[in-house]
């Protein structure tokens, strides 16, 4: 029986919401806080607990077959591979930072400077594409006390709110990249492999939709049901329900969560009352 290979970060954030999406798909996972490898009970899936860094080198021998992992590591590590599906979770920018005493006015004030990165691959292509010639020290790990220590000038990392830039007297001064969390594919996979992973994208698919969507119930007088359904983006067209009140309905649709608070006056002015949201748990087209 074939089954579906797919690496995830062994500790962190990362790892969290990816076992959270898993589990939202409905896929079992029984894992000790231990183990490297385990199998899903009810989906022929095999997790592979890796180390970052690792993943993308892991992917291109086709170890594993597919991987939850930020596209900023692809972009560093594994630029041929292919993404199937951006998961919306793990954001992140990969930024320049420099000393808040630094006066920084263009990224030509770096030039001849001492970078320390974890990313060098991506450092050097962006400079070299900017015209700027630095120097890079690589270092793993707790790359933002480098230039406190004197072992740069400034650094290029992982930024998410800023707050260990901040801690470590450090301010952002150049977004390099934006980064997500991804489903990422070995470049070959066996066709019977395939067909497992479009069962798992599909699944993943109805959840992210979700994820991003609210139900969405009112009231609304009889009369006015058309123009309030003409404000609300819906999938086909609104769930309409009379009321026990003659002349009343109870009117029932999808709308994108970001868009919701751009039309709740919209719908009120058009007369929906009682208005309800919801979370959806899945959305399958």
């Not at 590591?73 to 951006?86: Q, S």
């Not at 007297?169 to 070995?186: C, R």
């Not at 007088?221 to 123009?227: A, D, F, G, L, Y």
Request: charged fraction near 20%; hydrophobic fraction near 45%; aromatic fraction near 6%.
């Amino acid at each position: 029986m074939s089954v579906l290979k797919i690496a995830i970060q062994k500790s962190g954030r990362l790892n969290e919401d990816s076992i959270q999406l898993l589990k939202d798909c409905g896929i079992a996972i029984n894992n000790g806080s231990d183990q490297l490898k385990v199998t899903a009970c009810n989906f022929p899936l095999e997790i592979y607990f890796l180390r970052n860094s690792d993943i993308p080198q892991y992917l291109l021998d086709g170890v594993v077959d597919v991987a939850i992992v930020g596209d900023n590591l692809l972009a560093e590590k594994g630029k041929t591979i292919r993404v199937v599906e951006k998961l919306g979770f793990s954001k992140c920018r990969v930024s320049v930072a420099v000393p808040k005493n630094f006066n920084y006015e263009s990224i030509q004030d770096l030039e001849g400077l001492q970078i320390a990165t974890s990313y060098p691959n991506t450092v050097l292509n962006y400079f070299n594409a900017q015209g700027v010639t630095v120097n890079l020290h690589q270092i793993s790990g707790s790359v933002e006390i480098a230039p406190n220590i004197g072992l740069s000038d400034a650094i290029v990392d992982i930024v998410s709110s800023g707050s260990t830039l901040f801690k470590n007297n450090l301010k952002e001064v150049e977004v390099i990249l934006k980064s997500e969390a991804v489903l990422a594919v070995a470049p070959q996979l066996p066709f019977e492999v395939e067909a497992l992973l479009q069962k798992l994208v599909f699944r993943i698919q109805s959840v992210l939709r979700a994820r991003k969507s609210k139900y969405i119930l009112m009231n609304v007088p009889n009369e006015k049901i058309e123009s309030v359904s003409k404000i609300l983006p819906v999938l086909k067209s609104p769930t309409i329900m009379p009321l026990s009140e003659v002349g009343w309905s109870s009117l029932h649709s999808v709308i994108d969560e970001e868009k919701f608070w751009e039309v709740i006056d919209q719908l009120k002015e058009a007369g929906a009352e009682g208005i309800l949201v919801c979370p959806i748990e899945k959305i399958v087209l």
